[in-house]
């Protein structure tokens, strides 16, 4: 029903609007409704609204009950609307409550809140407060919760798109933080890409230089050899025929032993080749994953700028609607006629989304 406060200057248009935000039948089965069909936020909110003059101050309380239902509500949390037993009287022990669930209901079947043959299952946050508060729940059921339900909804509007930017702007956050940490990664992955080949380079010098001096030696004792060889060959041509027999069988001793210490310097010498070649192909290979490692550390870097860019940008939009948000608010709060409990919500929850700024952009601490 329209309240009688009202009058004339309740419209039509507004008069709609209330009637679909009111509660319908008897003041009972009004109270029922707004046991069940509305959630803890929501029954908290329908509170301030109705008693905003003397219980403004109990603003902040109602908010702690609300956090507080939603969290013992183990099976719906926020879209709850009523607490079992159990987790009732856990609920009074939580704010240093001595009443129990038992005598609230005793005190609300007196005022006929509750009927006598009544027992219900759940404890809804409005018991509670009617209980706490001992304010009339006729009056609570039948008060108006605004003239202006549009002004309202925009601003739910306007605090659902500061939450989807804070969101965002985590989610943002997130991946810059990751794109940090995987710059971070690759950069250490190339510098060690880059340490890998900077040894395998000192392994292919060292192993060309190793190969170098196996082919010199190959050379001396094939000179060697062969010097010997031309000495007694020449011997073996000159001189009486004593000698040139003796430099002939010499000679032939020569050719028909095994040359040990040339063979040595061959076989050196190819495993020195073998070595010298896989050594080059370790670090041509190790200077391909090297450059690719810094392509992808180079890379990554400016992944990780640009996520740290648009973290920033999306706290900037955070900010923005906040601000946005509030000067509406403060705007609306400003009217006549306003749901004054409706509006302290929303710019509690503001403040709470507010915790995710940095100080310099507005933000509180936590």
Not at 235 to 251: F, H, I, P, Q, T
Not at 276 to 281: F, L, M, Q, S
Request: glycine fraction near 4%.
């Amino acid at each position: 029903r329209v309240p009688r406060s009202q009058g004339l200057l309740f419209s039509l248009p507004v008069a709609k609007e209330y009637a679909k935000m009111a509660l319908k039948g008897t003041d009972m089965e009004k109270l029922h409704q707004l046991c069940a069909d509305k959630t803890y936020k929501e029954q908290a909110i329908w509170f301030l609204n109705s008693f905003w003059n003397s219980l403004e101050s109990e603003a902040e309380v109602l908010w702690n009950y609300v956090l507080k239902c939603n969290d013992l509500d183990q099976q719906d949390h926020a879209e709850g609307k009523g607490l079992d037993e159990m987790s009732a009287h856990v609920f009074l022990e939580a704010f240093n409550e001595t009443q129990t669930v038992r005598e609230m209901r005793a005190a609300l079947r007196s005022t006929g809140a509750i009927g006598e043959k009544e027992r219900p299952k759940a404890v809804p946050l409005t018991h509670w407060l009617l209980f706490k508060y001992k304010v009339d729940w006729h009056f609570l059921v039948n008060a108006s919760q605004g003239d202006n339900k549009e002004d309202i909804e925009k601003a739910q509007r306007m605090l659902d798109e500061v939450t989807q930017a804070f969101n965002e702007a985590r989610e943002k956050a997130a991946q810059a933080s990751a794109a940090a940490i995987e710059a971070a990664q690759s950069e250490q992955a190339s510098i060690a890409r880059a340490e890998e080949s900077k040894v395998r380079e000192q392994e292919s010098i060292q192993a060309k230089a190793e190969l170098e001096a196996a082919l010199a030696e190959v050379k001396a004792q094939e000179d060697a050899y062969n010097a010997k060889t031309a000495e007694l060959q020449r011997k073996s041509e000159e001189g009486g025929v004593v000698s040139r027999n003796r430099a002939k069988n010499e000679l032939a001793q020569h050719l028909a032993e095994d040359p040990l210490p040339l063979r040595r310097a061959k076989i050196t010498a190819e495993a020195a080749v073998k070595k010298a070649e896989r050594a080059t192909k370790a670090a041509a290979e190790a200077v391909v994953v090297a450059e690719a490692a810094a392509k992808q550390a180079a890379e990554d870097r400016i992944a990780a700028e640009e996520a740290k860019a648009a973290a920033e940008a999306a706290v900037d939009e955070a900010a923005r609607r906040v601000a946005e948000a509030e000067a509406f608010l403060e705007e609306v709060k400003a009217m006549p006629g306003q749901a004054q409990g409706a509006l302290w919500w929303i710019d509690r929850e503001l403040h709470e989304q507010k915790k995710y700024l940095p100080e310099s952009k507005g933000g509180i601490r936590r």
